[in-house]
């Protein structure tokens, strides 16, 4: 039945997802176009990349950056079906998942920090204002750790994680393609991209997804159309993308926690209602002009602008008696989100040679408007009509009126203006040593008010300066050792359940590591850090909890690529030590461990592709692996704790040119073991489950 589903989506769906070779000679307009694409593009089908663009905002060697950067490649996440970026960071060291507001958002824990809506998540190097940020455009993610304040403005000290897009390629590509799952439903994606001539190329990548959702009930749904459109000239390139996402996605928050267990309740029984989704649309636009005066120097404008619009209805849970089973709740809802990110920069980069050493350059200076908002809140009546031993569903369902709404809490805007001017230089000081050195000047202003009519709750406006230096030395050509010292700094755009934002919270890391190229597609890292921040604020339940100081110290090692050909690894492993140093608020909680940050966690996957059987055309490429995650804190208190857990997965597929160039069937089985585990916490009444056994099913056809 899977078969007969995923083929009927690939051969019948009007919709996308691959690429081509970027480099083409185009002998009728006697033009050579070499496409500038980033590292790991979609032509690539390694588990390792040698250069990265996050951490200078331009392709540089992995040894030659002072800091750790760690990329999920387009193979890991095609091996895998990779559909959320949560996901994703199973191949990534020192990461695991934060409160996601009922898996609606994108929440990411990185070396002891960060939550959803806290600005780390980029698209394209632009801060990203959409919720869920890996979809069918995904090309590949960098993830940069410790403070990222110097060319990414307000940050927390944890890292930004970059979502890179798929660009045009210069050959003509079709890839058809259509899963399903056996939870139910499926999708059908199509990714056309070539070149127009004249030195222009375009791609449109389309999706339609209708998914029976994991627990109980619920679907997840969306449509997505993305164009974008690239020239390249002698000199100068231009990249302009769009993206349109319409969304309707369950808001589930998960389970709950009763002095210190998980309620006696099934797995898959939820304790909110039918009423629970969220529905909106998400546009993005980023523009890119790229400028090539000489072998020397270049230049850059960026232009970004990025939307999500939604509503949201909760049955929220306020209370759990594990005597009786009844569980109060009350039927919310907000209406109106308006979140925005506006973006403009300006770069130089250069190469010059003073004074006997080569300088790899870059300055600019940038402005970006970040914006949250809520236009109404409502809020119902608490009752205990359910009981969770005998749940009973659609007896609960928001009313949106004069009556429920919290007129306090509506017109809810916080918004920040950065202007900054910044640096970072590269010095080669000898063929071993190189020093590091940048910094960030920053301009904020912000302002936040709420109700009707609109009263004023904040405002702030400073300056900041915010430096990083660095030390490699190059033990060999291929062995690299690094030093770095950097700041962050962040103020708040993370409201929470009654429009409360924190105060700027500032970040401190250290680091040291080394990196090895150990064979060309073969890359190891090892790493060591500390980082302090002030002012940390932290969402339980829904209220804002601030910590005058926190701290995470650990250490993280990573090796990716192919061990012998043929054979693929993703090994990682981090240990951390993440704490409240100072709580502010109650004293009994210094020494406690950050919520949702674990000791412990690791995780090993392998592939082996080129296999052929006899009298069975094709090849076969196989692979599967564990992630594992320790133990975490639920909340500040440490009142309860996230059990440890170990998560199985494999995967096998089959490559022929049955129609077309290539014809592929992917089998992928997820939660081999059906471990029943629980992936992060908003609080104890937020505890949100991990998705049990489940199995898909992806038939394409490239021409």
Excluded at 309 to 337: L, M, Q
Excluded at 452 to 462: C, I, K, Q, R, Y
Aim: with cysteine.
């Amino acid at each position: 039945m899977f078969l007969k589903t995923a083929l009927a989506l690939a051969c019948s769906s009007a919709f996308p997802a691959f690429s081509a070779d970027s480099t083409t000679s185009q002998a009728e307009d006697q033009i050579t176009v070499t496409a500038n694409t980033s590292p790991g593009a979609d032509t690539d089908n390694s588990y390792t990349v040698p250069q990265v663009s996050t951490a200078s905002k331009m392709p540089t060697n992995r040894l030659d950056e002072s800091q750790s950067v760690s990329v999920v490649t387009q193979q890991q996440l095609n091996d895998y079906q990779v559909t959320s970026l949560s996901d994703a960071m199973r191949f990534v060291s020192g990461v695991a998942q934060a409160n996601t507001l009922a898996g609606t958002e994108d929440g990411i824990m990185r070396r002891g920090f960060g939550s959803n809506s806290d600005g780390s998540i980029f698209r394209d190097g632009v801060r990203s204002s959409q919720g869920l940020n890996l979809d069918a455009t995904t090309d590949h993610v960098e993830v940069l750790k410790g403070s990222a304040s110097l060319l990414y403005g307000i940050q927390n000290p944890g890292g930004v994680i970059n979502v890179v897009s798929k660009k045009p390629q210069y050959e003509w590509r079709t890839k058809v393609s259509g899963r399903t799952s056996s939870e139910g439903g499926g999708a059908g994606t199509v990714d056309v991209t070539g070149p127009l001539g004249n030195g222009f190329a375009f791609r449109l990548i389309a999706e339609k997804q209708n998914q029976d959702y994991w627990r109980n009930f619920g679907a997840d749904k969306h449509t997505l159309i993305a164009p974008s459109l690239q020239w390249y000239g002698e000199k100068a390139s231009v990249l302009i993308s769009y993206e349109d996402y319409q969304y309707d996605i369950p808001y589930d928050r998960g389970t709950a926690f009763i002095d210190g267990k998980p309620i006696n309740v099934g797995y898959k029984t939820r304790l909110d209602d039918y009423a629970n989704h969220a529905w909106g649309r998400n546009k993005t636009f980023n523009t890119q002009y790229n400028y090539q005066f000489n072998d020397t120097w270049s230049t850059r404008v960026t232009v970004g602008l990025s939307q999500r619009r939604y509503d949201n209805n909760e049955v929220r849970v306020t209370a759990v008696n594990t005597t009786t089973g009844a569980v109060t709740r009350r039927a919310d809802a907000n209406r109106g989100y308006n979140h925005k990110t506006k973006y403009v920069s300006w770069d130089m980069m250069g190469t010059p040679t003073l004074f006997g050493m080569t300088h790899n350059i870059l300055f600019g200076t940038d402005y970006e408007m970040v914006q949250t908002y809520r236009a109404h809140q409502y809020q119902g009546k608490s009752n205990t009509i359910f009981n969770y031993n005998d749940p009973e569903y659609g007896i609960a369902w928001p009313v949106t009126n004069d009556s429920t709404e919290k007129t306090s809490a509506a017109n809810n805007l916080n918004r920040i203006h950065n202007r900054s001017v910044y640096l970072k230089d590269s010095i080669e000081l000898t063929s071993k040593w190189t020093g590091v050195v940048g910094g960030r000047y920053q301009h904020y202003e912000q302002r936040a008010s709420q109700g009707v009519p609109a009263v004023l709750t904040m405002s702030d406006e400073g300056n900041k300066f915010l430096p990083q230096m660095g030390l490699i030395y190059k033990v060999t050509p291929s062995v690299s050792l690094y030093s770095s010292y950097s700041k962050s700094f962040t103020p708040s755009t993370d409201a929470d359940d009654d429009g409360r934002v924190g105060k700027p919270e500032q970040g401190t890391t250290w680091e040291v590591g080394s990196k090895w190229q150990v064979t060309p597609k073969l890359f190891a890292t090892l790493a060591l850090y500390r980082i302090d921040e002030r002012d940390m604020s932290l969402s339980i339940n829904g209220d804002t909890h601030e910590i005058d100081k926190a701290r995470s110290s650990g250490i993280e090692m990573e090796l990716n690529g192919e061990i012998v050909p043929g054979i693929d690894i993703s090994a990682n492993y981090s240990y951390d030590q993440a704490k409240i140093v100072d709580d502010g608020v109650d004293s009994d909680n210094n020494g406690n461990r950050l919520a949702n940050a674990p000791r412990h966690s690791g995780a090993l996957y392998l592939s082996h592709g080129g296999i052929r059987l006899p009298s069975v055309p094709g090849e076969f490429r196989i692979g599967g692996g564990a992630r594992y995650v320790g133990t975490r804190a639920g909340d500040p208190e440490n009142s309860f704790t996230l059990p440890d857990y170990v998560v199985a997965d494999s995967f096998v597929a089959w490559n022929n040119a049955l129609l077309g160039k290539e014809t592929q069937l992917r089998l992928n089985l997820n939660n081999m073991f059906n471990k029943h585990y629980y992936a992060s916490s908003g609080g104890n009444l937020r505890v949100r489950e991990g998705e049990a056994r489940n199995v898909v099913l992806e038939a394409s056809v490239t021409f």
